[in-house]
């Protein structure tokens, strides 16, 4: 079917120095706010967030899953600064260990990230209290209000607070461009803008100033940069309630921002969103939590997939986001705590109950730092707004006249375009969980812009396949060549010996076409496929998407470009960054972190993979000299000399061409390999009959009291293999039941509540000395029949209409197994410069 959509001039330039955010002077690089998007430097920009929750990680692994973060493509990092984490007991603030905030922002610093705290004083976070504190709670006070006996230790925290960044800011080169102050307080602006000075009074400064402005919020005017959220999945939503409409819609190209259903059990029903004129018309679309995951709860577990993350990502992006944030990047664990468990829960009168330790948010860099499908979809828009972001974030969106009549509407395509003058990107989304979208035959596009005639492509209407969601770009020059329209989602751009190649990833199903406006080229040369000249322009069609599908130019201003298409699963194992002196396109199917402090500034890059895996990974340009592997696990080098000790022979690295890319290959590890594989969980009790159903706030189920474990459950004990090294060992353990939890000597160190996935537990984490002498106890509470529990479809084995109604309860009832367990060895490679 042919669609149609028209992209109009602004009808006047947006609002700039209307708002009283100011960065600090002399800054090389000033950050600014106007109505459609921010700018830094004084060019457009558009960052992308990632929330990790430092005190839910150990500290010495933070650096290195900051790497991972900025390697997913995240610029800025934001934590909430959960003050009953610091402050459990009044008076006694610790910021030691994995509290310690001033480190992990110089962490970031160090790696060029930006840093966002969200300072609270409630955080929510599905965490105890919302983050406040038994003992603030247990005064004569009325907490998120002025209430002055409320704001005293609120003061004092926020000025611990800014003892902690202090000299962090960005006067001082520091790396803290954003603070949120409270977090989904909708209707006391008095509160925040009180909040906002009080933080501002302690020593905290930052150019931006943030608040979230989901649910029918009522800011301060002009004094909180609002910030909007959307998940593809609810846990606080009822059991029997469904797919909630407010998680359908952000599937949809949509300008309206407020999402009422983020935070809905704490707020009256009578409070619903909407989008006040004074927010949307003075401020740029930004989020700040936008679905990396979900937490499961107790009565609700649903299930994310990495297609409805990324899915939802870049239709946000076609809506007109500028500032993709995403809630959770990285999932970690509750700190025990020293008086009480730290979740949230019935027992403080929250209305869901979480499990006790875990928060792994199924995100795309897990509880343990497992990398996620989904982490490789968000990539690689990330790829994309690194080299484009200064394009799109000024394009304002634009949506065709012929749109879905409504939510339930799954026939009518949904595409939108960011556009400007004569440029611009087409977003389709094809994709929703739950209810699958159909394909759709013959399309084509024509997008009108003002100030160029109409583009009508591709020339041969295509099939939209049912979930295929992508971005095409709209005239978009590259080095001198004008590309009118390419049927493959811009990545990147990297230098190749002097030739800029413009990296595109191709959707399965759909033929690569790429349209290059003729007078910007001389010649053209292609691996496969035809060139034809047709109305203006050189078609390339039949391209086989791979590494090897380069389309070389020669422009008409003498310079040479490269379009390099690669196909779809290809383009998911793609980075880019800083390798062996300069900037380079590594495709890896493990996790590759680049580091450009290490080996004494030389630089390094790391590849995370399983011990059994023989890694590889291509590299567009090639370094001159083949990469060094160094790193346990490696044979040394005959020649080393004490003093190079940790120099690995390059030549065990095999070496060899893939289309335009060179490929090496690390060799595999036999003695980390041979621990890899089936565990054995011997049972060792039966489990008893399942507890009764209980009810808590709003008549949810409650997660079984802690006794059930001692009398009901099914309990499997886990030896650890003698010589089975701690560090970089997951247990992954295949159950069913209800709960599950881990012990190591009569403490709890793991939980999760079933939902389909299978649990992991990291080695490391435990008590080495009682772990190698008692091993872990697993106990597997069964499900009463009855309870009003939902578990996604995937889980429970209904079919895909039950996902959207059915509890699931009886699904899972009265099981308790563990079927098997496995060890997960993974080993980190180590490739320096040759």
Not at 214 to 224: A, K, T
Not at 268 to 294: K, Q, S, Y
Request: proline share 9%; aromatic share 8%.
């Amino acid at each position: 079917m042919p669609l149609r959509l028209r992209v109009s001039a602004p009808a006047a330039p947006p609002l700039t120095g209307h708002l009283p955010f100011t960065d600090a002077p002399g800054v090389p690089d000033p950050i600014e706010v106007t109505s459609r998007f921010l700018t830094r430097g004084g060019r457009p920009w558009f960052p992308v967030s990632g929330e990790f929750h430092y005190t839910r990680y150990p500290a010495g692994e933070w650096e290195e899953e900051l790497l991972k973060m900025k390697a997913g493509g995240v610029t800025a990092v934001a934590s909430y600064v959960i003050w009953i984490h610091h402050e459990e007991t009044e008076g006694r603030i610790r910021f030691d260990g994995d509290r310690d905030l001033r480190r992990f922002a110089k962490l970031c610093a160090r790696h060029g990230l930006d840093f966002v705290p969200r300072i609270g004083p409630w955080s929510h976070a599905e965490t105890r209290n919302g983050g406040l504190p038994d003992w603030l709670l247990a005064r004569a006070c009325t907490p998120r209000t002025d209430d002055p006996a409320y704001l005293a230790p609120v003061r004092t925290w926020y000025e611990a607070i800014a003892g902690q960044l202090r000299g962090l800011d960005r006067a001082h080169g520091g790396p803290i461009v954003a603070l949120q102050i409270e977090n989904e307080l909708y209707d006391q602006p008095g509160h925040l803008l009180t909040l906002k000075r009080m933080a501002q009074e302690a020593g905290l400064s930052a150019p931006l100033w943030t608040s979230t402005a989901w649910g029918g919020v009522r800011l301060p005017p002009d004094e909180l940069l609002p910030l909007y959220g959307g998940y593809p999945e609810t846990f606080w939503a009822e059991a029997d309630g469904g797919w909630p409409d407010t998680c359908r819609k952000h599937f949809f190209f949509t300008h309206q921002r407020d999402d009422e259903g983020i935070g809905a059990d704490l707020r009256p029903t009578t409070v619903r969103g909407g989008d006040p004129a004074a927010l949307t018309d003075r401020f740029p679309w930004a989020t700040c939590e936008l679905g990396g995951g979900m937490a499961v709860s107790y009565h609700r577990r649903p299930r994310v997939d990495a297609a409805d993350v990324g899915a939802l990502g870049l239709t946000k992006i076609g809506c007109g986001s500028v500032w993709q944030g995403y809630y959770m990047f990285h999932g970690g664990t509750n700190p025990p705590g020293e008086q009480t468990t730290l979740q949230e829960s019935h027992a403080t009168d929250y209305p869901n109950d979480l499990p006790v330790l875990t928060y792994d948010f199924q995100a795309p860099l897990g509880e343990y730092g497992q990398y996620r499908p989904s982490y490789d979809e968000l990539r690689l828009q990330h790829l994309l707004l690194a080299d484009f972001g200064h394009l799109l974030a000024p394009m304002a969106s634009f949506l065709p006249e012929r749109r879905p009549a409504g939510q339930d509407d799954r026939d009518t395509l949904r595409w939108a375009v960011r556009g400007s003058d004569t440029s611009g990107f087409l977003f389709v989304n094809n994709h929703q969980p739950h209810e699958p979208l159909p394909p759709h035959p013959d399309t084509s596009f024509t997008v009108d812009l003002p100030g160029a005639p109409a583009l009508t492509f591709p020339s041969t209407p295509v099939t939209v396949p049912a979930g295929a969601y992508f971005c095409w770009p709209l005239r978009l020059d590259v080095g001198g060549l004008r590309l009118d329209w390419a049927t493959a989602q811009p990545v990147c751009t990297v230098d190749d010996d002097g030739r800029t190649v413009l990296v595109l990833a191709a959707t399965d199903g759909i033929p690569v076409e790429l349209a290059l406006d003729s007078r910007t080229v001389t010649s053209v040369s292609t691996p496969s496929g035809e060139c034809a000249t047709l109305d203006g322009r050189v078609l390339v069609t039949g391209l086989r998407p791979g590494t090897d599908a380069l389309v070389e130019v020669d422009t008409a201003d003498g310079t040479r470009v490269g379009l390099l298409v690669l196909d779809a699963t290809t383009a998911r194992t793609a980075y880019r960054g800083p390798a062996w002196g300069a900037e380079r396109l590594v495709l890896c199917d493990a996790g590759v972190v680049f580091d450009e402090h290490a080996d004494q500034g030389r630089g390094e890059v790391r590849i995370h993979t399983s011990a059994a895996d023989e890694p590889s990974f291509a590299v567009l340009p090639a370094p001159r000299r083949p990469p060094v592997v160094k790193g346990a696990g490696m044979r040394k080098a005959q020649h080393a000399r004490p003093e190079t000790a940790d120099v690995w022979d390059p030549a065990v690295v095999r070496e060899a061409a893939d289309g335009v890319f060179t490929r090496y290959t690390v060799p595999g590890d036999d003695q980390e390999s041979r621990f890899a594989g089936a565990g054995e969980a011997l049972r060792v009790r039966d489990a008893g009959p399942p507890p009764e159903p209980v009810t808590g706030v709003q008549g949810r189920a409650s997660a079984p009291a802690d006794k059930y474990y001692d009398t009901a459950a099914a309990e499997y004990a886990v030896t650890v293999p003698d010589g089975l090294p701690l560090t970089g060992t997951l247990l992954r353990v295949h159950w069913t039941g209800d709960v599950a939890r881990a012990y190591v000597d009569d403490r709890l160190v793991a939980d999760q509540f079933h939902s389909g996935r299978v649990w992991d537990i990291a080695l490391d984490r435990l008590p080495a000395f009682a772990l190698r002498g008692e091993g872990l106890r697993l106990k597997v509470l069964p499900r009463a029949a009855g309870a009003r529990v939902y578990v996604a479809s995937e889980a429970t084995g209904a079919d895909a209409a039950a996902a959207t109604g059915a509890t699931g309860a009886d699904a899972g009832a009265a099981v308790a197994s563990v079927g098997h367990v496995e060890w997960v060895r993974t080993r980190t490679c180590v490739v320096g410069a040759g």
